[in-house]
């Protein structure tokens, strides 16, 4: 049985820093885990994924200023956020293969 529960969103200015987390129970065997976004009236996008083994793909706007990361032993992954931009605003969502989804967390990065 997986279980995801996301955490951590809020309210910063522009360039700041915010961490997500996501508790992910019963992901231990679960080869892709990553985080998706969406804001109001747009197609969920796709931000990160990392594997079993660590191997991290950013999508091309965060890249350099994301960091996904897992701990299987603990059954969590998380999302450092650095320098954030108001087209970072959205709601995030955990993701684990194939198809589970968290309720979501929202960002917001004002301006």
């Known amino acids: 049985q997986v279980q995801l529960v996301e955490s951590g969103g809020g309210q910063v200015q522009t360039g700041g820093s915010l961490t997500l987390s996501c508790a992910a129970a019963?992901?231990?065997?679960?080869?892709?885990m990553g985080w998706y976004r969406q804001a109001p009236g747009n197609e969920r996008e796709w931000v990160a994924t990392?594997?079993?083994?660590?191997?991290?793909h950013y999508t091309n706007s965060v890249q350099g200023r994301f960091t996904i990361s897992r701990n299987n032993a603990k059954e969590t992954m998380s999302l450092q956020m650095n320098n954030l931009k108001p087209e970072d605003t959205a709601i995030y969502y955990c993701?684990?293969?194939?198809?589970?989804w968290g309720q979501g967390t929202q960002v917001t990065v004002s301006s």
């Open positions: 993701w684990a293969y194939s198809s589970y």
């Open positions: 019963g992901t231990r065997d679960i080869t892709v």
């Open positions: 990392i594997t079993n083994s660590g191997s991290t």
